[in-house]
């Protein structure tokens, strides 16, 4: 099993639609992130967590929220989402002392 | 902030050496790392540099200049599985509380072709 899950892996709905993407690890990660990727944009933060209480906003969060459940679970919402939201999701964790994130293997949401 | 660049793709033969570059401007550093995404996966790491010098690790290296804020991965002994995007990436300085992030450059594709 992936040590970090997203659900749904694929997802088409339309706009106005309100969509959750989850995220859930088991590597017991304090600190997770979520990003979208657009081809040629690269890798772009949206928000990320550092612990349950805490919730910072990326360099691209409009239009976007986020719920830190537990240590384990990071949602992504789309509260109406919108064509230019379609995109490529990811979701990782990582640790304050290395650095390194691990990712989930994406969620590819299209907006129509 | 973080400015950086890297090629957008690169092509290299099978069995040969390649090197992909990045240069980075940043208002804080605090380490660059690599990451080898296959298409349609995850981004996985690959290397990790915080002081100047080449890191090896297997057929893969990657070195840094942080004076010249420059980086390169170096593959060598190319093989067709290493077809993939390859992605710079910057961690900043310490804004507090341990806050460093990650900032992606676009990623260099690279195509080994036989």
């Known amino acids: 099993d992936a040590d970090v899950t997203q659900t749904p892996r694929n997802r088409i709905t339309k706009t106005g639609k309100r969509i959750m993407l989850e995220c859930s690890q088991t590597k017991g990660h304090d600190r997770m992130y979520w990003y979208r990727q657009d081809p040629g944009l690269g890798l772009r933060l949206i928000y990320y967590s550092f612990d349950v209480k805490d919730i910072n906003k990326g360099e691209i969060s409009d239009g976007y929220s986020v719920s830190r459940q537990a240590q384990a679970k990071f949602s992504l919402s789309l509260e109406s989402a919108i064509p230019n939201q379609t995109a490529l999701y990811f979701c990782?964790?990582?640790?304050?002392?290395?650095?390194?994130?691990?990712f989930g293997e994406g969620s590819r949401l299209t907006v129509l | 902030g973080q400015n950086i660049d890297q090629p957008t793709e690169m092509t290299a033969t099978e069995g040969a050496i390649v090197q992909i570059n990045c240069t980075y401007q940043t208002s804080g550093f605090n380490g660059l790392f690599w990451y080898q995404q296959h298409a349609g996966e995850a981004p996985t790491f690959l290397s990790y540099?915080?002081?100047?010098g080449l890191e090896e690790k297997g057929r893969f290296s990657s070195f840094l200049s942080r004076s010249k804020g420059y980086s390169y991965l170096l593959l060598k002994e190319l093989q067709m599985k290493d077809s993939a995007s390859y992605l710079c990436a910057v961690r900043d300085a310490d804004s507090g509380a341990g806050s460093y992030q990650l900032t992606f450059g676009k990623g260099t594709k690279l195509s080994v072709i036989p």
């Open positions: 540099n915080v002081l100047d």
């Open positions: 990782a964790t990582g640790t304050m002392n290395t650095g390194e994130l691990f």
